[in-house]
């Protein structure tokens, strides 16, 4: 299967899916990687795997939509079974929604619906919940509102600042990711009343 990986900042999530696919038995393999910034730290990582690379910034045109109609063209051109959000930080317009809607996945860094937004881990410190976690999701209009796919749960510990929580939820969020994006590519999924089942 084709993955096209999106990105805005660091990658790890990106690196995790670039060692699983290593693996032939994993059924994936990166295509391509996009962002939304030149200084998105995942290019280099795709770059240093050999795989190609794009950048389409909002600021290159006139509006929003002719953004997402560019970004929606360039994921196209690489014909992806499977469109991968790994911490990229812009909402996708409708038609990138029109095209990829049932198979765009995000993974967000807190357990849904609690805690959308770009501070999940910090939104839960603040609101003094014991159990955090990172959720996958297909994508829909909606900010962090999509259907589940999976969950999983990190505790909090006392004396937990933001940083270190963020931290213990990326190694689950990373894993859930490689383990739920290889169910999806090998076993394909359905979905229904917002129920997502995966083999
Ligand atoms: C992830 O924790 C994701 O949930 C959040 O940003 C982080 C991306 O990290 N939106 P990385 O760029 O994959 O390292």
Do not use: M
Not at 3 to 26: E, I, R
Not at 65 to 83: E, I, N, Q, S
Not at 116 to 141: E, M, N, Q, S, W
Not at 162 to 169: C, D, K, P, Y
């Amino acid at each position: 299967a084709r993955l096209v990986v999106l990105v805005s900042g660091g990658g790890s999530n990106l690196a995790a899916l670039l060692d699983a696919c290593a693996d032939p038995g994993y059924g994936a393999r990166v295509v391509a990687v996009g962002a939304d910034r030149d200084a998105a730290a995942g290019l280099d990582r795709a770059a240093a795997a050999g795989v190609p690379t794009f950048v389409e910034k909002v600021a290159d045109h006139p509006d929003r939509a002719a953004w997402d109609a560019a970004l929606t063209a360039r994921v196209r051109a690489h014909t992806p079974d499977l469109v991968i959000s790994a911490g990229f930080l812009k909402l996708v317009g409708p038609d990138f929604l029109a095209a990829f809607g049932d198979r765009y996945v995000n993974t967000h860094n807190a357990l849904l619906p609690a805690f959308p937004g770009i501070h999940g881990p910090r939104d839960a410190l603040a609101y003094g919940v014991k159990v955090a976690g990172a959720t996958l999701f297909f994508v829909d209009a909606g900010v962090d509102t999509g259907p589940i796919i999976a969950q999983v749960a990190v505790e909090v510990r006392d004396g937990d600042d933001e940083a270190a929580l963020t931290e213990r939820i990326k190694v689950a969020e990373r894993a859930q990711l490689v383990e739920y994006v290889g169910r999806l590519v090998r076993g394909g999924w359905t979905i229904r009343d917002r129920k997502v089942t995966t083999p």
